[in-house]
């Protein structure tokens, strides 16, 4: 074989190899926030911080020990025989057999997510698992004090706050601890039902323990700081079984260096992350201030203009379908807070698209501090006068660092340069005459006048002459003088 014929075989066999497949890009989970989810029977309903139920799908069977789970995030619950995880829209996305400790449950399990745990009820025992592998961590038989008093119900549901697991059962108020199934019971809210079973459970990031009644279908809202009353919030339809699981809640923070606040320690801005409310077009959940936020609420940078207004547009979208409204403070001295006379407020209508918001200060050009926040949320704005620090229902804060720079003076009107004609127009060439045409009649000019001689006999000119007044005068005279002159020479000759 020919070194060509051998090349070329080695090229073929090379073309002919399939290129490695690449894969496929890992998705990251959807995370929930700032929601809780309710399960009734085989419906799910989402449950927005303003009360508001919105119908999400329908299971083919009853769920129970419903939990969030961020670290996979994704609910977790137990169907029939099976584990299964679902999504926010109600999509099942996984399945899997239910582990030998939850087999032997005799009764409606209990569950609570953190992390990547699971933490599940069964008769007796609190089994906690980490997710998704379904991994068995511990497990611990219900003890303590109020072990009779959640064996003798059969709790339905508990929530985690701050590492422990909190229920009602017979009218009270209990706590459990995960990592030695002890069980206490510390309150007696006043209103609470002592029948029945509260098969969802929630507790919010404020502290505050909701839990609906099974039998009546009613809310009912526990402090746990204070809880010592619980109070009747709202109803809805009762369930043979019923679960809830909260997702945790999203906050967006300011950014600004010191001496302004912004961290959650020091009372900084923060707010409860809303869809189809944000600045610019979108917004990053965080714990705390962090120093390198994606912002991108301005539309460019910001101006001085000549009348000695700072100008600044800013990106809003706000798609709630109520009004919403803009605050923005600038430090226009510089003294490190933002003050009652730094903020310029306006309302943002709704809209399905972002829109652009101009607003203006006076101010000279420098360099400053912006702090920009947008209030709103499913029922608009109803609070009272914005403040540049503290909690908001919804929305989001930005903090930008603000070099002013005067705007770009206005140019001459440059004057196109004509280069064929640099020397001037063009001559007009001379007119070439009609030899058929009528000769044109050639004006005579008058003599120029002049102003002659007068002669001595000559009678002058009009302009040369007396006033008719004056004429008169001196014809009047003469005569009246030679009367005079006569009378005075026959007094002499007498």
């Known amino acids: 074989m020919s070194h060509r014929v051998a090349a070329a075989v080695c090229a073929a066999a090379f073309l002919s190899t399939p290129a490695p497949v690449s894969a496929a890009p890992k998705q990251q989970p959807t995370v929930c926030s700032n929601a809780t989810y309710l399960t009734r029977d085989q419906r799910l309903t989402r449950l927005d911080g303003d009360d508001t139920e919105t119908p999400i799908a329908r299971f083919d069977a009853p769920l129970d020990a419903v939990a969030y789970v961020p670290a996979t995030g994704g609910f977790w619950a137990i169907s029939g025989d099976r584990v299964v995880s679902f999504d926010q829209t109600g999509r099942i996305t996984k399945r899997a057999p239910l582990p030998t400790a939850l087999r032997a449950r005799n009764a409606t399990s209990a569950a609570a997510g953190t992390s990547d745990r699971w933490i599940v ?14 991994k068995e961590l511990d497990r611990h038989e219900l003890d303590g004090p109020g072990a009779d008093i959640l064996l003798a119900p059969r709790i339905a549901d508990w ?7 909190y229920t009602i059962a017979s009218g009270q108020l209990l706590r459990i601890d995960p990592r030695t199934g002890a069980a206490t019971p510390i309150a007696t809210p006043g209103g609470l039902p002592t029948t029945g079973t509260f098969g969802a459970i929630v507790i919010d990031p404020q502290g505050t323990l909701h839990a609906w009644h099974d039998q009546t279908g009613r809310r009912y ?39 302004y606040p912004t961290s959650r320690a020091k009372n900084g801005p923060r707010h409860r992350i809303t869809d189809g409310l944000t600045l610019g077009r979108t917004v990053t959940a965080e714990t705390d201030a962090a120093p390198q936020d994606q912002d991108d609420a301005l539309a460019k940078p910001a101006t001085v203009d000549p009348d000695g207004k700072l100008t600044v547009d800013i990106t809003v979208t706000n798609q709630t379908g109520h009004n919403a409204l803009l605050a923005a403070w600038h430090d226009l001295d510089g003294n490190g807070r933002f003050d ?4 310029v407020t306006t309302t943002v209508a709704p809209g ?10 006076n101010a000279k050009p420098g360099t400053s501090t912006l702090r920009i926040r947008l209030y709103g949320g499913p029922r608009g704005y109803n609070a009272p006068s914005p403040k540049p620090t503290g909690p908001a229902d919804s929305g989001e804060v930005e903090d930008h660092p603000i070099i002013a720079e005067p705007a ?5 009107k440059k004057q196109k340069l004509d280069i064929q004609n640099l020397a001037g127009p063009a001559a007009a060439a001379p007119a070439v005459p009609d030899p058929g045409a009528k000769p044109e009649p050639v004006p005579v000019p008058f ?18 002459r007396l006033p008719l007044t004056w004429t008169v005068f001196l014809g009047l005279l003469v005569p009246a003088a030679s009367v005079a002159a006569r009378a005075a020479a026959k007094r002499g000759s007498r």
Do not use: I
């Open 352 to 361: 399905k698209k972002p829109r652009t918001v101009t607003l203006r200060w």
């Open 221 to 259: 809202d526990v402090k746990l700081s204070d809880p010592t009353t619980a109070k009747t919030k709202a109803s809805s339809t009762p369930a043979a079984r019923a679960d809830a699981a909260a997702c945790p809640e999203a906050w967006d923070y300011g950014d600004a260096r010191a001496p």
């Open 159 to 165: 929530d985690l706050d701050h590492g422990k697991l």
């Open 447 to 464: 003599p120029e006048r002049r102003h002659l001689p007068v002669a001595a006999n000559a009678r002058p000119h009009e302009k040369d």
């Open 340 to 343: 009652d006379r730094d903020v």
């Open 408 to 412: 770009p003076a206005s140019e001459p």
């Open 121 to 134: 009820r069964t008769d007796r025992e609190v089994v906690t698992y980490r997710m998704p592998a379904l």
